[in-house]
Every structure is written in structure tokens, then in C-alpha cells.
């Protein structure tokens, strides 16, 4: 079987790694891939929203099942584009993937089908939207309608800044078309939790819930990133919160989708803030998170082609999902001055090392070979993933495994982990 994974982050390398234990798999290509997906597979230049290019790519090569790591492809349509030729392909359609791809359509079907988010208006128009910044008296957040690489959410803290976030997307245009709406909601206070499941369009399979660790820096403060590490399971997801979630969140999502003819399959991602009235969604993602998808898939102990396979085909039912015991810690290395400015190029040394131990795989996120040396290309370098008893554990595996790599002006947060074990 040849299989095309598209994207070439670290959840990309994390996909590659265990599609290539799958049993069935000969081939797999990575576009645009990196230096560490570059020893599983075949990296090809095309980029990882070129949905034309990469169609005609799975075409020609007869690509057998294709695995989309990020969600600007799925938002595009690439589902629809691979299916009108019979080309297999894991993820939602471009009318399902609307979930993530605009901020209005996910919270208004949650009001319509009573699934638990914060209050919320949404407006075109940017003296309104000033206007109702103006009269809430209460904390809000503003977000802008449409995909805005994870930078579209402003979490405010008096009027003002919300008044500011407002002109930015509205005015400004920070994020180009993305700003023509915009959401602004209720600021809701609590834990956040990340609860995905595998769906078939009526099945629905929860995987593990991680934990991920957004602001760059220690105790949570500084900017947010893309994620700077994350875990599972996260204590924090109760057998109880389950019993909610399950339900309420996750099944109703997926009938309501059906319902509203946009059947959803693959994964479904729901951001969710547990909240003193319970858990309520924050976000719906139509994708793997990054990086949570690291330490899920070190944990996820069945064979990704055929839970791929049974998405697919609708039997998802039939098949069974299989967890390593234990848990799994992510560490992300990033370039310092990342989210912000940071250089690139510069040589990483002692991956090997770091994972020789057997228990932690190192996920390379910004790759690129420069001759036979890795060296650093993007913000977030590597994601350094252990496999341990328990998260002390899987803690203790992951931090010593980071300080076996160096490269210059390398920096990671030393507390990834510890809000499961009480120290945050
Ligand atoms: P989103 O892309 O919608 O998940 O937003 C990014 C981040 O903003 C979330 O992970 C939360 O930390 C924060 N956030 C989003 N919506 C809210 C809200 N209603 N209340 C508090 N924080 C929020
Ligand atoms: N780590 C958050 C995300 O992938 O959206």
C-alpha cells in the first residue's frame, strides 16, 4: 500500500511514524515533509495547501490512502477533489470541515443543537460589533470568522483590547478575508482539555484527552504558539466529564452534522474549557492537534491504516481501539524568540542519542537537511515524545532525552506535564 501524508510538522512526523509500523504499508511520501519524515518517507516538494498539486501527485503515483496533517487543504476541499476520482482519502469534506474553517457556521450550529459553548454574537458589520463590545460588561473574547494560522482569537481582558481586536481583524484587516466576520463571545474561566475522536459519520471513538500547553512560556504566560508540549491522558478528564462529553459534545456534533446534510468523518477535535457549569467547547479543530497528536499516536496502540480504512468505509463500528498503558509526554524544542522572530540554519546535534533509550521518539517539527546535517527551519524545532508508566514518569523520560540535544539559542518550557501532577 502507498500512502501520502500531507503537511511536514512535527504531527506530520508523528503520522508518518506510525502509518510505517502499519503492517500493510510499502510506501509512504510526505509532501512537503521534513528531515526526520525524510527517513520514513519519500519527501516531495509540494506544499501542504496545493490541493490541485497534490491531487495530481496521488493520481500519478496511485496513491492508496491519503492523511491530511493540517486543516487548510480540508477546509479547501481536498476530500471532495480525491473522492470525485475514487481516491481514498482520511478527513472531512469541505462543507464538514466548515467546523474549523469558520468560527460562525461551528457556533451557530452548537446553538441551534444545544451543544454547551459560551454566549456569543457574531457581526459583519464594525460599528455594530464595537457597539456590543461597548455595552458587554463582561470579559470577552474576539475571534475572527475564518482561518487565521491559529492567530485569529483574542482573548481580552477589559474593553479596550477587545475594541482593538475588533478594528485589527475588521479594519485592519490582520487576517485578510478571514476578518468579514467576526465572533465575539463570552470569556469563560477554567481548565482547557482537547478531546478528539475518530467518526465515520455515525461511530463515534474518543481517543485519549491531552493536554496542550499554548503560551510560550513557563507557569502559562507569555504569547500563545502553536503548542509548546502537550500529554495524555489528562487526569482532568474525568470517567465523569466523559459521560458529559461523550454525549453532549462529541455524538451530538457528529448528528448534528448529519442532520444539517455535511456528514463528518475523521477526527474531530473539541477544544474544551472545563467550566464551573460543566465543559463547554471553545473550538472544534477538524484535524490532529499539533503537538497533541505526538504523544496520542506514541500511545495509540492499533494499526492507523485500519482505523483510517473504517472511517473510510463507514465500519468503524467493527473495529476495535487499543491503548498502550501508561502515558505520553511531548516536549517541544523550539528556536528562541519563537512565536516572534527567530533564526533559522543553525545545526542540531544529539537527536540519536536522545532517542536511544527506546521509550522516546524525537518528532522533528522545523527540519531541513543542509547536506547530511540537520539543521533548524522553522519556530517549533522538534517534538520530544516519551512513552512512560505514568506522567512523573513520561515527564522524567522526556526532559532527559531533551537534555541530550543542543542547537543555538534552543528553548523549551520546563513544566510541560506538571498541571497533571499537581505543580502548576
Ligand atoms: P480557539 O482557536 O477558538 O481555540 O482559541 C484559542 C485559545 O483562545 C483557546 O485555546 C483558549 O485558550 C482561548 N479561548 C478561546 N475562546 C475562549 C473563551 N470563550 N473563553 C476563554 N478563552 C478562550
Ligand atoms: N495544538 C492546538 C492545535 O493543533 O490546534
Request: aromatic share 8%; charged share 25%.
Amino acid at each position: 500500500m502507498k500512502v501520502l501524508v500531507v503537511g511536514g510538522g512535527g504531527r506530520e512526523h508523528a503520522l508518518v511514524w506510525k502509518l510505517a509500523q502499519g503492517p500493510r504499508v510499502k510506501k509512504i511520501y510526505a509532501a512537503p515533509g521534513n528531515a526526520g519524515i525524510a527517513q520514513q518517507a519519500e519527501c516531495v516538494p509540494i506544499s501542504a495547501g496545493d490541493v490541485e498539486g497534490l491531487f495530481a501527485f496521488a493520481k500519478e503515483q496511485g496513491i492508496d490512502l491519503t492523511f491530511v496533517g493540517p486543516e487548510d487543504a480540508l477546509v479547501k476541499g481536498i476530500v471532495d477533489r480525491f473522492e470525485a476520482e475514487n481516491l481514498r482519502i482520511f478527513g472531512p469534506r469541505a462543507a464538514a470541515a466548515r467546523l474549523e474553517g469558520s468560527k460562525t457556521f461551528a457556533k451557530d450550529l452548537m446553538r441551534k443543537y444545544e451543544i454547551p459553548t459560551a454566549e456569543y454574537q457574531t457581526f459583519t458589520d464594525y460599528d455594530n460589533a464595537m457597539a456590543f463590545v461597548w455595552e458587554l460588561d463582561t470579559p470577552c473574547v474576539v475571534k475572527a470568522d475564518g482561518l487565521a494560522a491559529g492567530k485569529g482569537v483574542i482573548v481580552a481582558d477589559n474593553d479596550s483590547e477587545a475594541m482593538a481586536a475588533v478594528k485589527e481583524i475588521m479594519l485592519n484587516r490582520a487576517f485578510g478575508d478571514a476578518g468579514d466576520k467576526v465572533v465575539v463571545e463570552e470569556r469563560l474561566a477554567g481548565q482547557e482539555v482537547s478531546v478528539l475522536a475518530f467518526t465515520d459519520g455515525r461511530t463515534v471513538v474518543p481517543l485519549l484527552a491531552a493536554q496542550d500547553h499554548k503560551q510560550v512560556f513557563d507557569g502559562d504566560k507569555g504569547p500563545n504558539t502553536g503548542g509548546m508540549g502537550a500529554y495524555c491522558p489528562a487526569p482532568i478528564y474525568t470517567p465523569e466529564l466523559a459521560q458529559t462529553v461523550v454525549p453532549k459534545i462529541l455524538e451530538a456534533t457528529v448528528t448534528a452534522m448529519a442532520a444539517e446534510g455535511c456528514p463528518y468523518c475523521g477526527v474531530l477535535y473539541a477544544g474544551l474549557m472545563i467550566t464551573e457549569k460543566g465543559p463547554q467547547v471553545l473550538e472544534f479543530n477538524v484535524r490532529f492537534g499539533d503537538p497533541e497528536a505526538q504523544p496520542l499516536l506514541a500511545m495509540l496502540e492499533t494499526d492507523l491504516v485500519d482505523i483510517a480504512e473504517a472511517v473510510i468505509d463507514g465500519r468503524l463500528n467493527e473495529i476495535e481501539i487499543r491503548w498502550k498503558p501508561g502515558a505520553a509526554v511531548c516536549v517541544v524544542m523550539a528556536a528562541g524568540g519563537y512565536p516572534g522572530s527567530y533564526a533559522k540554519g543553525k545545526p542540531i546535534e544529539g537527536i540519536e542519542a536522545a532517542a536511544a533509550g527506546g521509550d522516546v521518539v524525537v518528532f522533528h517539527a522545523g527540519t531541513r537537511l543542509d547536506g547530511d546535517r540537520v539543521v533548524t527551519s522553522g519556530g517549533r524545532v522538534l517534538g520530544v515524545t516519551a512513552v512512560g508508566e505514568d506522567i512523573p514518569s513520561a515527564i522524567g523520560k522526556a526532559y532527559e532525552a531533551v537534555g541530550k540535544i543542543h542547537f543555538e539559542d534552543m528553548y523549551y518550557r520546563k513544566d510541560i506535564g506538571h498541571k497533571a501532577v499537581g505543580e502548576s
